[in-house]
């Protein structure tokens, strides 16, 4: 308990220390957001810095730092270690920064601001890559929801017809205004998750025969799967999740002002790693054992699991919760993973967003393929997306550190992305030549291929912070 207390206070201590940190870095000041100078009433829309907030919360959220927490927790109580720092350090830099910097380019996308910063190259390889992401990550939240509604209705009218009834909902949010139903429902259903997380750590206060372990450095997988790199690619959205930047900038597009936005942004992602906390505290403490969760997690599903938590601790009410949980929160994940696409793709055609066709002609076809991709094995889908979401938090990362450079920040700013870029590097390349769904390659061969690769990377951030600061001196003198 002393553990859990500990990493809640240090993640409140990162947001109120390390956040200002960020910001001072970044600088925030009183120039127009796109919401002013911009507001076409569809993407780009003023709203109050609450809504903005949980909004955020509900893009970036979903079931992610509830599924990845629990499927971490089987490494035991070393995972509160990497949702702690790794949040602190990390994840919620990496939101801030990528939700500023896109407020600063018009609310441009992570695509757009990949071309900017880090060249053409970069550009075309991240349309297609984030767009590839987004589709993965909408259709993993189809088939999940659709999956669980499909059971809790005694299977009457079968899992297609849910997909089809999400789909459509889905189209609704993608090309709708974002105020009129993304703006009303978030504010809802971002307090439910919230709400739910509070009531699982009050249980685990309360009720004697839950006993959350204390930290220990070892690993405890029953599978004896590494922790590195399969912890840090395992709990992703409560930690560090490149998903949360494709997502930051749709509400960079309507904060109104710079300087809400380490509340809004980095306050997200801190939020978003405390409800990661509780969930692999509950894990470790409903079941005992690692072993036992992962046997759980095996036989019920993720969405069995958090089931009969919720209804064990709660009651019913938990089970109420807990339905709510797994079904709303991936479907605000998926939806405005589609929304995010179509505003890629809107950039990449240079075709206005103002008239719903427009909207139509891009959102349909995605929501299209995505049906089709409904079809395939959902758990390798899930691998694939988990890599990616990774290699993306890499990317974006590196295009902070670029723009950082470029903005003067070359003394110790820039190291403040720098730093999680190169980790990130290493377990991005490390993971994929590891993993099952990869080259399955020993660990002799990754980690010292891993190591490398971030170490080259750094290296060339090296010598870019020194050319641009050599050129620095020169402007000075």
């Given at each position: 308990m002393i553990t859990f207390i500990a990493a809640l206070v240090l993640l409140f201590g990162g947001y109120m220390i390390y956040g200002r940190i960020a910001e001072k870095v970044f600088a925030p000041d009183d120039r127009q957001t796109p919401a002013v100078a911009i507001n076409d009433g569809v993407d780009c829309v003023p709203m109050k810095t609450w809504k903005a907030f949980l909004i955020q919360l509900l893009n970036i959220a979903g079931t992610g730092p509830i599924f990845g927490a629990l499927m971490g927790a089987c490494f035991g109580p070393v995972v509160f270690l990497w949702i702690v720092f790794g949040s602190i350090l990390g994840g919620a830099v990496h939101d801030y920064m990528s939700g500023m910097i896109s407020c600063r380019n018009s609310g441009a996308s992570i695509a757009e601001l990949s071309g900017i910063y880090l060249g053409k190259g970069a550009l075309f390889l991240m349309r297609i890559f984030s767009v590839v992401l987004l589709l993965l990550t909408g259709t993993v939240f189809v088939t999940?929801?659709?999956a669980l509604i499909n059971t809790l209705t005694g299977e009457k009218l079968g899992g297609?017809?849910?997909?089809?009834?999400?789909?459509?909902?889905?189209?609704?949010?993608?090309?709708?205004?974002?105020?009129?139903?993304?703006?009303?429902?978030?504010?809802?259903?971002?307090?439910v998750l919230i709400v739910m997380a509070v009531s699982i750590s009050g249980a685990m206060f309360i009720l004697p025969q839950y006993n959350i372990p204390e930290l220990v450095l070892s690993n405890l997988h029953p599978e004896n799967l590494p922790m590195f790199p399969f912890m840090f690619i395992t709990v992703a959205c409560g930690a560090i999740s490149g998903f949360h930047a494709t997502q930051s900038p749709m509400v960079a597009k309507c904060i109104t002002n710079e300087k809400v936005g380490r509340k809004v942004f980095y306050g997200a992602m801190i939020t978003e790693s405390v409800i990661a906390l509780v969930w692999a505290a509950a894990g470790v403490a409903f079941y005992g054992k690692t072993g036992d969760l992962s046997t759980a997690l095996s036989d019920l599903g993720q969405s069995g699991v958090v089931y009969q938590i919720s209804k064990t601790m709660l009651g019913p009410v938990g089970g109420i919760l807990a339905v709510i949980g797994v079904v709303v929160c991936p479907i605000t994940s998926g939806d405005t993973a589609f929304r995010s696409a179509r505003l890629i793709l809107a950039e990449w055609t240079k075709l206005k967003q103002e008239k719903i066709i427009n909207r139509l002609i891009l959102s349909i076809p995605l929501l299209a393929i995505a049906a089709v991709l409904t079809q395939l094995d959902f758990t390798v889908i899930?691998?694939?997306?988990?890599?990616?979401?990774?290699?993306?938090?890499?990317?974006?990362?590196?295009?902070?550190?670029?723009?950082?450079?470029?903005?003067?920040?070359?003394?110790?700013?820039?190291?403040?992305?720098?730093?999680?870029?190169?980790?990130?590097?290493a377990v991005s390349l490390t993971y994929i030549l590891m993993a099952s769904e990869g080259f399955k390659l020993s660990g002799t061969i990754a980690y010292p291929a891993g190591f490398g690769f971030a170490l080259a990377l750094f290296v060339v951030y090296l010598i870019f912070f020194g050319k641009i600061q050599k050129k620095a001196k020169k402007i000075a003198k």
């Open positions: 999940s929801p659709a297609i017809f849910w997909i089809v009834v999400i789909l459509l909902y889905y189209i609704l949010a993608t090309i709708l205004p974002i105020d009129k139903l993304i703006g009303k429902l978030y504010p809802i259903f971002g307090v899930w691998r694939y997306f988990s890599w990616s979401n990774q290699t993306l938090a890499m990317i974006s990362l590196w295009v902070a550190t670029s723009y950082l450079l470029k903005e003067g920040k070359y003394r110790y700013g820039s190291l403040l992305t720098a730093f999680p870029a190169t980790f990130m590097s």
